[in-house]
């Protein structure tokens, strides 16, 4: 149950709360109380004494559910403490009121189901919706927010792009919203089938955004090092293996640990750091840091082109109004010579979401040149995704050839580091 719990929390973006407890804790303590009758939390809430609570930042449930700080204390990171420091206090919780999902930008402000805080300000995890209410919502194809919230069409009417109509046209009906089957995250292939959490939509399929991770049960997993999928999704590791480069091992090596996976803290996403750190969709680790690709900032665990993205133009946080777009970096009426896909500016030419039609994506590590997807120059295909097999510690020389921890890959041979 801990693993399952531990690749969810990798595939939202890291829950430190969960990940830094002990491996029979959240069974126990946290996750499985009678008295909660089956109370359903989103990470990175758990469910303790009939409410869901975050043990990050809880004076009642510091670190785990009942683990109550004496009077005068805080709960700071898990455990109790004697102040917050730089962080503020929220009735003896130690929080960044400009990241903390359950006191954001004030104490007391939650944000809601599907929803982070970014700079402060609740925004939807989909950047592609917007929050009506509680609630996030599709503003282009909702037909009870067609354009804004609650302008609901009339019976018998669809939304299509944001506005009431008679029919969908060439896009799919899906009980009054008009959506792209090949890329609308939400109705991918078929109405009603959703992609998981940092899983985009191309072509009809769900994969997920990191390229080293694949889709088990419906969460995204590194398959050379997840104890529960080690090499195969159907392939789970005794309880006293652990799973090193895709096999059930007695021991990790040079590797680290991490409650069964045999990880490179320097370089590994989903633990990147220390255990407890995953980096976010999109982002790769570094020297044990979580980066965004060129050209990108980190907004609130994800990362955004400021330059197009009308949910965070010109900054984090700073959204365009409805039906504006985003054009270098500010708030515009309309794009120009560039295309507007969803309030971005972009060039189908070159622009790796938007290739050659708004909604087609590169998958794989492929980029967009005249409109088409493909590997980069000198990179090769292994089982689907582009590889730099020249500097790649998991595919060094050739597709599969992994580097040790201690090594890294230096013009296709494993070296010392």
């Not at 029979?24 to 758990?46: E, I, Q, T």
């Not at 989909?126 to 909702?142: K, T």
């Amino acid at each position: 149950m801990r693993r399952l719990l531990l690749g969810l929390c990798a595939a939202l973006g890291g829950c430190s709360a969960i990940v830094s407890l002990d491996r029979d804790l959240m069974k126990s303590d946290a996750g499985s109380d009678p008295a909660d009758g089956g109370l359903d939390c989103a990470p990175p809430f758990v469910p303790c004494s009939r409410e869901c609570v975050w043990l990050d930042g809880d004076a009642d449930h510091c670190g785990k559910c009942g683990n109550a700080c004496g009077e005068g204390l805080v709960c700071l990171e898990g455990g109790c403490a004697a102040d917050c420091g730089a962080l503020s206090d929220c009735d003896g919780a130690c929080v960044d009121l400009s990241e903390s999902p359950a006191h954001c930008g004030a104490c007391g402000n939650a944000c809601g189901s599907g929803q982070l805080c970014a700079g402060g300000s609740c925004a939807c995890v989909d950047r592609a919706l917007e929050i009506c209410g509680e609630g996030c919502v599709d503003l282009g194809a909702d037909p009870a927010h067609c354009g804004g919230c609650d302008a609901a069409c009339p019976g018998g009417e669809v939304c299509l792009a944001g506005s009431c109509a008679a029919s969908c046209g060439a896009l799919e009906d899906c009980a009054g919203a008009c959506v792209d089957l090949d890329s609308d995250e939400r109705h991918c292939g078929a109405c009603g089938d959703p992609c998981g959490d940092v899983q985009e939509c191309s072509a009809g399929s769900c994969a997920c955004a990191n390229p080293d991770l694949g889709i088990c049960l419906g969460l995204c997993v590194d398959k050379s090092s997840d104890p529960d999928h080690c090499g195969a999704c159907a392939s789970e590791c005794a309880a006293d293996e652990v799973c090193v480069a895709g096999g059930c091992s007695a021991g990790c090596g040079d590797l680290t640990d991490c409650d069964g996976a045999c990880v490179d803290l320097a370089r590994d996403p989903l633990h990147c750091g220390d255990c407890a750190t995953s980096c976010g969709p999109g982002m790769s680790c570094d020297a044990g840091g979580c980066l965004c690709p060129g050209g990108e900032t980190e907004c609130g665990g994800l990362c955004v082109d400021t330059d197009s993205d009308p949910d965070h133009c010109g900054a984090c946080a700073a959204p365009c109004p409805f039906d504006w777009v985003c054009l270098a970096g500010a708030c515009a009426d309309a794009c120009g010579d560039l295309t507007n896909c969803s309030g971005a500016c972009v060039d189908l030419d070159t622009d790796a979401s938007n290739c050659g039609d708004c909604g087609v994506g590169c998958a794989g590590g492929r980029v967009c040149g005249s409109g088409s997807c493909d590997c980069p120059a000198g990179w090769i295909d292994c089982a689907g995704v582009c590889r730099d097999t020249e500097t790649d510690w998991r595919n060094c020389g050739g597709c599969d050839v992994r580097c040790r921890g201690n090594e890294d890959c230096v013009l296709g041979e494993c070296v010392p580091a």
